[in-house]
């Protein structure tokens, strides 16, 4: 089997596409990396499907792009962009007669279906500082609560708990312990997240509910006043924005609560104008669908257009109200995404998608769209609604079925129902990865949510030591996409499920991984390269994987390993290698004649900065070396 590093090359990224987002009918250009070892291409083509009919437009070899690597030849082609989403892929006949196609998916010599083809839309892209964040996701009732918690009269649904009191992770008691974390809290510890180089706070829902997770909204008016209310919001924003981070909201599409204002007014009662906002299934309008049957989630039905009004339509809106003076959101995060405006044989989820979309670029252009998808979301996210999913399919499991310890519990594997936990090699997490990202298009992957763990898994230290995290971390800082980090993975905290893993932080306790995140996020922040940069692979085996992140301007060589692992790549393929950005655990990277060695001992973790004439090709300012094995 040929080699990883051997293969053709192209994706979406400015390295080989340098247009970002083309106009429909303008021209389209493209790069390929055709590798000498792969073998001498007589003529290439790029198939682009034109209203449904497959075109041909001959490709062309070109000047070689500068500091991507020698050993290499570089070909170039250009197309008409004939609808929104537009799919091509790349026909490659050698000269010896043997004929390839390449796709997203892969080299292969079988013609792939046109699912797998690269994509490339004319939909407005995200902002431009999305693409460089390090997200911090935060569970307000457990990260920090301020004095003025203590003030604040306890509701009749909630059973106060002490700080260190342990989590309720069972029974009906779970969304009632109340340990009375506030927004204000948040404030307070701003600085802790400076540490870590968050850039972008993600906070689950701030509206009034009946539950400490808040997603069971009783109305979206106003900030939860057991958060510190509308004011507490307005001061969180405003500072978190004096020192350059931004903060993005939750927003439930697919249900209310029970309690909410619009479900209480149309029960039992048909005239109500919210009649219409929920799927009732008797006349008396005293019985409705739920999300999963759970009753204080009445499913929201999106054929209504005074719903539709109300909630996500225009800037009076209750999505567009959070996005404006004086709160000021960046963004949102919207919860249940791939169920929304879906039930049986109706299916609303793109519209609500659209008009999502519209009311934020029309009234708060710059702000940005993640979206909550549990499974293959390729049919979701093409850029025109929803910008960015939350990765559990592509990058999320497939780490944890690699770099989990085996425990022999597999009850509690994100829900899957495993008789036995999967065991995944790092070439195994790189055909899921490339599986579940390749019908993106690059302006989606850019985005997509990395998370290790959320506050609806397990705890990945659960079941993986700090090693293993660390490495965990690596790949989600240094993968195409957004480095989620969940309040309290520096802290090392445990979990077995989503609702145990929500456990208040240990302040006055040492977070361990301080350190080694914030190295991290530094030196993502720092490079262009891992928040734009192409994504290469060149190595994966039972043990460990290796990729290149590139501009033209900037390349860096990354390295995970789960144990013990020796290789070798042609120095052509990538280049020569400078100090280590960061580094952790027992790696080294030998410079010999015609091929670079890497080795590790154990667990291990390192990016090289690739260097030309022995200088880096750009030296991204990421204080030098930073060895995460002291963190």
């Given at each position: 089997m040929?080699?990883?590093?051997?293969?053709?090359?192209?994706?979406?990224?400015?390295?080989?596409?340098?247009v970002?987002t083309?106009?429909?009918?303008?021209?389209?250009?493209?790069?390929?990396?055709?590798p000498?070892?792969?073998?001498?291409?007589?003529?290439?083509?790029?198939?682009?499907?034109?209203?449904?009919?497959?075109?041909?437009?001959?490709?062309?070899?070109?000047?070689?792009v500068?500091?991507?690597?020698?050993?290499?030849?570089?070909?170039?082609?250009?197309?008409?962009?004939?609808?929104?989403?537009?799919?091509?892929?790349?026909?490659?006949?050698?000269?010896?007669?043997?004929?390839?196609?390449?796709?997203?998916?892969?080299?292969?010599?079988?013609?792939?279906?046109?699912?797998?083809?690269?994509?490339?839309?004319?939909?407005?892209?995200?902002?431009?500082?999305?693409?460089?964040?390090v997200?911090?996701?935060?569970?307000?009732?457990?990260f920090?609560?301020?004095?003025?918690?203590?003030?604040?009269?306890?509701?009749?649904?909630?059973?106060?708990?002490?700080?260190?009191?342990?989590?309720?992770?069972?029974?009906?008691?779970?969304?009632?312990?109340?340990?009375?974390?506030?927004?204000?809290?948040?404030?307070?510890?701003?600085?802790?997240?400076?540490?870590?180089?968050?850039?972008?706070?993600?906070?689950?829902?701030?509206?009034?509910?009946?539950?400490?997770?808040?997603?069971?909204?009783?109305?979206?008016?106003?900030?939860?006043?057991?958060?510190g209310?509308?004011?507490?919001?307005?001061?969180?924003?405003?500072?978190?924005?004096?020192?350059?981070?931004?903060v993005i909201?939750?927003?439930?599409?697919?249900?209310?609560?029970?309690?909410?204002?619009?479900?209480?007014?149309?029960?039992g009662?048909?005239?109500?104008?919210?009649?219409?906002?929920?799927?009732?299934?008797?006349?008396?309008?005293?019985?409705?669908?739920?999300?999963y049957?759970?009753?204080?989630?009445?499913?929201?039905?999106?054929?209504?257009?005074?719903?539709?009004r109300?909630?996500?339509?225009?800037?009076e809106?209750?999505l567009?109200?959070?996005?404006?003076?004086?709160?000021?959101?960046?963004?949102?995060?919207?919860?249940?995404?791939?169920?929304?405006?879906?039930?049986?044989?109706?299916?609303?989820?793109?519209?609500?998608?659209r008009?999502?979309?519209?009311?934020?670029?029309?009234?708060?252009?710059?702000?940005?769209?993640?979206?909550?998808s549990?499974?293959?979301?390729?049919?979701?996210?093409?850029?025109?609604?929803?910008q960015?999913?939350?990765?559990?399919?592509?990058?999320?499991?497939?780490?944890?079925?690699?770099?989990?310890?085996?425990?022999?519990?597999?009850?509690?594997?994100?829900?899957?129902?495993?008789?036995?936990?999967?065991?995944?090699?790092?070439?195994?997490?790189?055909?899921?990865?490339?599986?579940?990202?390749?019908?993106?298009?690059?302006?989606?992957?850019?985005?997509?949510?990395?998370?290790?763990?959320?506050?609806?898994?397990?705890?990945?230290?659960?079941?993986?030591?700090?090693?293993?995290?660390?490495?965990?971390?690596?790949?989600?800082?240094?993968?195409?996409?957004?480095?989620?980090?969940?309040?309290?993975?520096?802290f090392?905290?445990?979990?077995?499920?989503?609702?145990?893993?929500?456990?208040?932080?240990?302040?006055?306790?040492?977070?361990?991984?301080?350190?080694?995140?914030?190295?991290?996020?530094?030196?993502?922040?720092a490079?262009?390269?891992?928040?734009?940069?192409?994504?290469?692979?060149?190595?994966?085996?039972?043990?460990?994987?290796?990729?290149v992140?590139?501009?033209?301007?900037?390349?860096?060589?990354?390295?995970?390993?789960?144990?013990?692992?020796?290789?070798?790549?042609?120095?052509v393929?990538?280049?020569?290698?400078?100090?280590?950005?960061?580094?952790?655990?027992?790696?080294?990277?030998?410079?010999?004649?015609?091929?670079?060695?890497?080795?590790?001992?154990?667990?291990?973790?390192?990016?090289?900065?690739?260097?030309?004439?022995?200088?880096?090709?750009?030296?991204?300012?990421?204080?030098?070396?930073?060895?995460?094995?002291?963190?």
């Amino acid at each position: 089997m040929t080699s990883l590093h051997a293969l053709p090359h192209h994706d979406g990224s400015e390295l080989y596409a340098p247009v970002r987002t083309p106009v429909l009918g303008g021209r389209y250009a493209v790069r390929l990396r055709i590798p000498t070892e792969f073998g001498r291409i007589e003529s290439a083509a790029v198939r682009v499907v034109s209203d449904g009919e497959p075109c041909f437009y001959a490709m062309a070899a070109s000047e070689p792009v500068t500091g991507t690597g020698d050993g290499c030849e570089w070909w170039t082609g250009e197309f008409d962009i004939p609808n929104p989403v537009t799919r091509y892929r790349f026909l490659l006949n050698t000269v010896d007669g043997d004929a390839w196609w390449l796709s997203a998916d892969g080299v292969d010599r079988i013609e792939p279906t046109d699912n797998r083809d690269f994509r490339v839309t004319t939909f407005d892209p995200a902002p431009e500082w999305a693409a460089s964040q390090v997200m911090y996701q935060i569970f307000p009732d457990r990260f920090a609560r301020s004095a003025a918690a203590d003030d604040r009269a306890l509701p009749d649904w909630a059973q106060h708990a002490d700080w260190t009191a342990p989590v309720i992770s069972t029974g009906p008691d779970t969304s009632r312990q109340w340990f009375g974390g506030d927004l204000d809290g948040i404030v307070e510890h701003l600085d802790h997240l400076e540490r870590l180089g968050v850039t972008l706070i993600y906070l689950t829902p701030f509206f009034p509910a009946r539950s400490n997770h808040r997603y069971d909204a009783s109305t979206f008016e106003v900030v939860d006043p057991l958060l510190g209310g509308d004011a507490a919001l307005i001061r969180l924003v405003e500072a978190a924005h004096g020192r350059g981070m931004r903060v993005i909201g939750d927003l439930t599409t697919n249900h209310t609560g029970a309690a909410h204002e619009w479900f209480t007014a149309a029960l039992g009662n048909p005239s109500a104008e919210e009649s219409d906002f929920y799927y009732w299934t008797n006349p008396q309008q005293t019985e409705y669908v739920a999300w999963y049957g759970v009753p204080s989630l009445p499913k929201l039905d999106w054929a209504s257009d005074t719903l539709c009004r109300r909630f996500i339509e225009g800037p009076e809106s209750v999505l567009a109200k959070w996005l404006q003076p004086p709160f000021n959101l960046d963004g949102w995060r919207i919860d249940v995404a791939n169920m929304t405006g879906r039930l049986r044989d109706v299916d609303l989820n793109r519209e609500v998608q659209r008009t999502v979309r519209q009311t934020m670029d029309t009234t708060a252009p710059g702000r940005v769209l993640y979206a909550e998808s549990t499974n293959d979301a390729a049919g979701d996210f093409d850029g025109e609604g929803w910008q960015a999913p939350m990765s559990y399919s592509a990058f999320t499991r497939p780490v944890w079925h690699w770099l989990r310890e085996p425990s022999g519990d597999p009850a509690h594997h994100f829900g899957i129902p495993f008789r036995v936990e999967p065991r995944y090699s790092a070439a195994d997490v790189v055909k899921s990865y490339r599986n579940f990202t390749a019908p993106y298009p690059w302006a989606v992957r850019e985005l997509a949510m990395n998370a290790i763990d959320t506050h609806d898994t397990p705890r990945f230290a659960q079941q993986a030591d700090d090693a293993a995290q660390i490495v965990a971390a690596g790949l989600s800082m240094t993968l195409p996409g957004t480095p989620v980090i969940f309040a309290g993975d520096e802290f090392g905290l445990h979990g077995t499920h989503g609702e145990d893993s929500r456990t208040p932080l240990p302040w006055g306790t040492t977070p361990r991984l301080a350190d080694a995140y914030g190295g991290l996020a530094r030196l993502r922040v720092a490079s262009r390269a891992l928040q734009r940069g192409g994504l290469r692979w060149l190595h994966a085996d039972d043990e460990c994987m290796i990729f290149v992140r590139e501009t033209s301007e900037e390349a860096l060589l990354v390295f995970a390993s789960s144990g013990a692992a020796t290789v070798e790549l042609p120095r052509v393929a990538v280049g020569a290698v400078g100090e280590a950005a960061v580094s952790f655990g027992d790696t080294a990277a030998e410079q010999l004649a015609d091929v670079i060695r890497i080795t590790s001992t154990g667990l291990a973790f390192a990016v090289w900065h690739v260097v030309e004439d022995g200088e880096p090709v750009a030296q991204a300012d990421a204080g030098r070396l930073v060895d995460l094995a002291r963190a």
